[in-house]
């Protein structure tokens, strides 16, 4: 094919921060997309098929306009304008990166990353109940909680109730020490580091202090009715049916509900059904109940950790035949 050679100004001021540390994003773009890219006097060469080539330059015009709106470029925002390259949706970088929830304790800004975190923020603010589904990295309990505390500081909702299952990861734990309260504080680390980082610990205790804000077990919710509240259930594939029936009809008027769980990673016994599973099965025509369900391509942490997700879905996807073989060979039947 004929090389096609295009030019293009980057503004000085923003090209350490789309070319990355060591020219690292530039240096991925150019193996996506099998172009060269050359730094000349303040602008940039694209040499390649003129299909890529045009493709780089869009990648890198929407990279330019994220840091032009004082976004700090990260790998992870070069890799979904790459992916998104691909669908001809370059610029869904910044109709996502239009809108903020809210800023961190630090001023860092809270927004969504991708499509799929933009449909599942829309889906909180227009449903009652939202079930946040997807694998482990795609935002779906911090972007909840951004969205409670942005609730609470507005004043839309009087408290905010955080809950999860108290389930072992696996593991036996054995007895803890302490009090009721130091027993379940294991279990519920994850929503409080998240409190922390946005909220700050202060604010955090002082509002806890008060009854403002409610971090406890599940099963601490049974026999209550929560009326003006932001609750969030995480962790929900470790619920069982009772549990999820027992939590969904606890809600009361002017609060808003948000479930968040990852199907593939139930702590569960072998033959336990999860609550999550029959809900989605039993709630999925019900009105004002909003399924938003993430995947690998919407994991915001290490680019390393979308690969492992992914990585974990194809293995599962192949696993039942596996199983199945392993069943033949041993000599069983497949009954149960």
């Known amino acids: 094919m004929d090389e096609f050679t295009l030019k293009m100004s980057v503004p000085t001021e923003h090209m350490q921060n789309v070319f990355g540390q060591y020219d690292a994003y530039i240096r991925k773009i150019e193996n996506e997309l099998s172009v060269m890219i050359v730094n000349r006097d303040e602008g940039i060469k694209i040499t390649g098929t003129e299909g890529s080539v045009r493709q780089a330059e869009s990648v890198l015009k929407n990279l330019i306009a994220l840091s032009k709106r004082g976004n700090m470029i990260q790998e992870q925002n070069v890799d979904y304008t790459l992916e998104m390259s691909y669908e001809h949706r370059e610029n869904a970088l910044l109709e996502i990166d239009q809108e903020t929830i809210c800023h961190t304790i630090n001023g860092k800004p809270v927004k969504p990353k991708t499509l799929g975190q933009k449909i599942y923020v829309d889906a ?57 309260q130091s027993k379940v504080d294991p279990y519920l680390r994850p929503l409080y580091d998240a409190l922390y980082q946005i909220m700050g610990a202060e604010s955090f205790a002082k509002n806890m202090e008060k009854g403002l804000i409610e971090v406890a077990p599940l099963a601490y919710m049974r026999g209550r009715t929560l009326d003006n509240a932001y609750i969030i259930l995480d962790e929900a594939q470790n619920t069982t049916p009772a549990q999820m029936k027992m939590f969904l ?80 060979y041993s000599g069983r039947s497949g009954r149960r």
Do not use: W
């Open 124 to 180: 909180i603010k227009e449903h009652m109940i939202t079930f946040g589904l997807g694998p482990a990295g795609t935002g779906k309990t911090y972007l909840a909680m951004a969205m409670a505390i942005t609730a609470f500081k507005n004043d839309e909702v009087g408290r905010i109730i955080l809950t999860r299952p108290a389930i072992e990861a696996g593991e036996k734990l054995g007895f803890l020490p302490g009090d009721l």
């Open 249 to 328: 009809t606890r809600i009361g008027f002017g609060s808003k509900v948000i479930v968040t769980g990852d199907a593939s990673q139930k702590d569960l016994s072998p033959d336990a059904l999860s609550g999550l599973d029959v809900a989605i099965r039993v709630l999925r025509k019900v009105d004002d109940i909003a399924f938003c369900e993430l995947t690998s391509k919407d994991v915001v942490r290490h680019p390393l950790v979308q690969k492992i997700v992914k990585a974990y879905e194809i293995y599962e996807t192949r696993q039942p035949d596996t199983r199945k073989k392993s069943r033949n």
